[in-house]
């Protein structure tokens, strides 16, 4: 199964609306990242987050890591047509002391209707 | 302050021809990391280099595929004779230590490449 799971996989909404992206773990998560993704497109960091109960904003985007460190949340409030794009979810599951070679999600379409 | 470029952008070869990705990492950076996007799946770790060192490649398939990042000039992967199923997004991401702690990871834009 996979090791890292995304939920939905994709969301639809209207603008203005907020929305969640859950990230779930099957192992300790060491340091989570979130990027956004534009189809064909590269990858543009969001935030990382590395201690349980971490919590990040950056404008309307807010992204916590909870306590047992494995699961994190993104939120977006009143979100825009520019917010729309895939969001991945990267986790370092190895350990602080080890390189970190990331382990993906499959990713969330997110869609913002006008 | 440039961040990760990878070239070409998009790269067509024909079965059995040699396809070739370069990477140049942001400035600075020494760690190199190179994933796989195929389609309908979701990125996959393929290789982590040092300067003229290759740390992991628990990812890179057996054959066919080999990495290197020399001491100077940019990181290449290398895809000899290539298959339609190497058809996929490839990235490449930099980090100026081991590993992304404290300083996270940068990605470049990707090279396209479809096999025909």
């Known amino acids: 199964s996979q090791e890292l799971e995304q939920s939905p996989q994709s969301l639809i909404v209207q603008e203005g609306k907020n929305l969640t992206i859950n990230c779930t773990s099957s192992?300790?998560?060491?340091?989570l990242y979130w990027y956004k993704q534009k189809y064909g497109e590269g990858l543009i960091f969001l935030m990382m987050l590395q201690k349980g109960g971490e919590e990040k904003s950056h404008e309307k985007i807010t992204a916590k890591l909870d306590e047992k460190k494995q699961q994190s949340s993104l939120h977006i409030t009143a979100s825009q047509p520019s917010h729309a794009g895939i969001y991945l979810c990267?986790?370092?599951?190895?350990?602080?002391?080890?390189?970190?070679?990331?382990?993906f999600g499959q990713g969330t379409i997110l869609t913002v209707h006008p | 302050n440039a961040g990760v470029m990878q070239n070409p952008r998009h790269l067509v070869r024909r079965r059995g021809q040699e396809a070739r990705l370069r990477c140049s990492p942001v400035?600075?950076?020494?760690?190199v990391y190179w994933y796989r996007q195929l389609p309908e799946e979701g990125l996959k770790f393929m290789v982590y280099l040092q300067k003229e060192n290759i740390i992991d490649e628990s990812g890179m398939p057996k054959e066919r595929f080999s990495a290197e990042f020399p001491k100077e000039g940019p990181s290449i992967l290398r895809i000899q004779q290539v298959v339609r199923g190497d058809s996929a997004a490839y990235f490449c991401?930099?980090?100026?230590?081991?590993?992304?702690?404290?300083?996270?990871?940068?990605f470049g834009s990707g090279t396209r490449l479809t096999v025909v």
């Open positions: 990267g986790a370092d599951t190895a350990g602080g002391t080890s390189y970190g070679k990331l382990t």
């Open positions: 400035k600075g950076h020494s760690h």
């Open positions: 991401a930099s980090s100026p230590s081991r590993g992304g702690i404290n300083y996270g990871y940068t």
């Open positions: 192992k300790t998560l060491y340091g």
